[in-house]
């Protein structure tokens, strides 16, 4: 500052020159400052420079900032907790006729961690390099959809769009380790009740094709350890029986069911998610020495672990009487435990899928936005994973995944994950057109 004035009082042209300068270059970089506090991409960078990471997810910044956004777009927001630390934000468009069921979108705040060194950008930054891409983890698994929900809401309040029905976003926690303290609590609280909900969409997957994918079911993943049992021995005899003699027969066995799951998908009678996987990821067995295993001698117990996914239109009773007979049959002194990591069937008993055809009427009207926002559907998937959409399946709800990203690499949990801005704004019309439609659907009562 001193500086300054000194070379006002001695170079007056230099300082008029100067000053002539400064306001400009001020004001120009305010003006690009504000720009990009203002569209709807700097809304999504921002959202996805909060850390939301695990171990440490910062749910406390990302449910101020996007309560603040909704807030300034004029809905409704409400801050649910339902496990110290893990709250949700529960956001809400009243419709003009509130007694009809609602619509329910849905996100989730967390996300995988990253490994920064192997990033051609870093994780947080939210880079939007020359070409259009945005990296950050979180780009498209899913924070898009977070944002993109609030921005088709902006467009339609402004073009004075009023919706028949209720609509509702939720931000949730802990989706990526599970869900337990976050959807799978929500829904079983009196508050999700209270939403009357009647349609919901989740997050789906990017399709590097010109089509959108569209996801009408998970498959439920099951941990199934096997252990067996048996004599120990020394290692130069041969006899019936033995834990390792015992947990071999099985891992034949299975390893011939996994091949016939195999040949299925190979064969391209189904996808990969179709089918019932059973893969091994662990073996202990073998009694430790200082340089490795003591080989002389054959031991009394032998475990394993495999990780199966079932698909909703496999029988998961018919896989625990395989389980009982060929996995882990007590005449081979086998045990096993599984453990299930939420909801096989819905409250009913009913397998957890979404109907994709003319039985469930918002299936329609789902397939008839998508057309009239210009936008073309592959056939309906089964994911492969899990996601939150099976607690909310469990409550009889249907639920479609949905992530309106089209030539565009699957980089959900990889490095480098990135979404084009194009795309990212191309969602936001898709889902003005979505919301619109099943905000104002009426559904025939008769046909029920
Ligand atoms: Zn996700």
Redesign the pocket.
Known sequence: MANFHLHYRLFPVAAFLLLLSFPLSFSHSQSDNEADQDSPVSRFQRYLRIKTAHPDPDYASAVAFLKSQALEIGLNARILEFVPGKPLLLVTWYGSNPSSPSILLNS?MD?VPAESSKWLHPPFSAVRTSDGRIFARGSQ??KCIAIQYLEAIRNLRSQNFVPARTIHISYVPD??IGGFDGAAKFVQSKEFKELNVGFMMD?GQASPGDEFRVFYADRSPWGLIIKAKGTPGHGSRMYDNSAMENLMKSIEIMSRFRESQFEIVKAGEAANSEVISVNPVFVNAGIPSPTGFVMNMQPSEAEAGFDIRIPPTADPDAIRRRIVEEWAPARRNMTFQIIEKGPIRDYLGGPLMTMTNDSNPWWSVFKTAISEAGGKLSRPEILATT?DARFMRQMKIPVLGFSPMTNTPIL?HDHNEFLRDSVFLRGIKVYESLISALSSFQEDVSSQ
Do not use: I, Q, V
């Open positions: 989730h996300s698994d899913d989706e990526e997050e996601t959900l």
